[in-house]
């Protein structure tokens, strides 16, 4: 009776509510199932509860992160449900722009505008499908900034094994300078496979962007992106919650089609953490990540940090052993019946970190669930 009552237990922790912030303070591991995965993994949707969820951010976003937005999950029949979104900035479109915006002397490109989301979720037999897409447009006549975005997703999953594929169908934009982005299609494949404690990610990612000056009728720049990302994560249950350790091996490669230079980066990332219930209402997560035995880097040609995780603006920098990037995250989760309130713990990360909680610095990245 006792090791079921800890099985029952750590299934409903397992699919706990959270937000935005518990990802972030859990470092976005593999295993997470919650309000937020679903945009890139719908087949999620069928292992939660009815919700809203509310997170708190900027009206003007500059990151997928930092913007406020709004979801709703609602039972179609007892075989379906349906997931509907405004504000997500979503990452197949985000991505490509960001990497535009770091690139000295680029005006920036807007992010989405007012982007609204639907996912439709079923079951067939032993089989859970999801199917979605999002959209966003912006037009300022004055100025003649511009933007748009379109895309679908497709998921399935078969008891243990899943696979998941995000296409960016448009992503356009239009600058104050006149200046045209333009992508081809973003493509996401995802496989993911449970074995026991087990779980393994397979992640393969690519686009290409270009940006045509007001003036030309040729693109100025054209950049081609490849990301394979193997991850395995070992997840233990207790009575109060979870702890898990991760390791995984990620290829990414970034090419300046018209300079035909590439940035290669090869790192093995470890990822340690655990979330655990401190009482009825309160729930405790944290995580810490860095690079472990491979983290190799050569950039031929200078990309931004702004742009790129691991680059350094410098031409021809090479590194067979990266500077330190250790990073460690942490957040509370404040349940109160049918509501809970997730934030990350401020100021206890990053290069400006205080290692203090007080007044000033307390909870970032607020999100609010209400599950029905």
Not at 104 to 119: H, L, S
Not at 228 to 238: A, G, S
Not at 254 to 271: C, E, W
């Amino acid at each position: 009776m006792k090791h079921l009552l800890m099985l029952v237990i750590a299934f409903s922790f397992s699919t706990a509510f959270a937000t935005k912030a518990r990802l972030k303070a859990l470092s976005n591991s593999l295993h997470l199932t919650d309000t937020q995965t679903v945009f890139v993994s719908p087949y999620h949707l069928m292992s939660l509860e009815n919700f809203v969820a509310l997170e708190a951010g900027l009206t003007t976003a500059t990151t997928v992160d930092n913007g406020a937005e709004g979801s709703m999950l609602m039972n179609v029949n007892s075989d379906s449900k349906i997931f509907l979104s405004v504000g997500h900035l979503d990452e197949s479109v985000q991505s490509q722009r960001k990497f535009v915006n770091g690139i000295a002397g680029v005006t920036a490109y807007k992010t989405q505008q007012n982007p609204a989301e639907i996912i439709y979720n079923w079951k067939d037999g032993s089989t859970v499908w999801g199917l979605g897409t999002y959209y966003s447009n912006f037009n300022n006549k004055l100025t003649n900034e511009k933007e748009s975005s379109a895309g679908l997703r497709l998921a399935a999953s078969y008891g243990d094994f899943k696979w998941k594929a995000n296409f960016g169908l448009v992503n356009s934009a239009v600058n104050t300078a006149g200046d045209q982005l333009n992508s081809d299609t973003y493509f996401n494949l995802g496989l993911r496979y449970n074995q026991n404690t087990l779980r393994y990610g397979l992640d393969l990612t690519t686009w290409n962007v270009s940006q045509t000056l007001n003036a030309g009728l040729a693109p100025n720049l054209s950049h081609s992106y490849q990301d394979i990302n193997l991850r395995v994560v070992d997840v233990t249950k207790t009575e109060t919650g979870e702890y898990f350790i991760g390791a995984g091996l990620q290829q990414v490669t970034v090419k300046d089609k018209q300079a035909d230079k590439k940035f290669n980066r090869t790192t093995l990332p470890l990822i340690l953490g655990a979330e655990t219930k401190a009482n009825d209402w309160l729930v405790l997560r944290g995580s810490i990540t860095q690079s472990v035995l491979v983290a190799q880097s050569k950039d031929e040609v200078g990309y931004s940090a702004a742009s790129l995780t691991g680059a350094t603006g410098v031409v021809d920098a090479e590194f067979s052993a990266e500077a330190n990037n250790t990073a460690v995250a942490a957040g509370v989760g404040v349940v109160m019946n049918k509501v809970q309130l997730d934030a990350t713990l401020k100021g206890l990360t990053g290069a400006t970190a205080s290692q203090n909680i007080n007044g000033t610095d307390l909870l970032a990245q607020v999100g609010l669930v209400y599950k029905y």
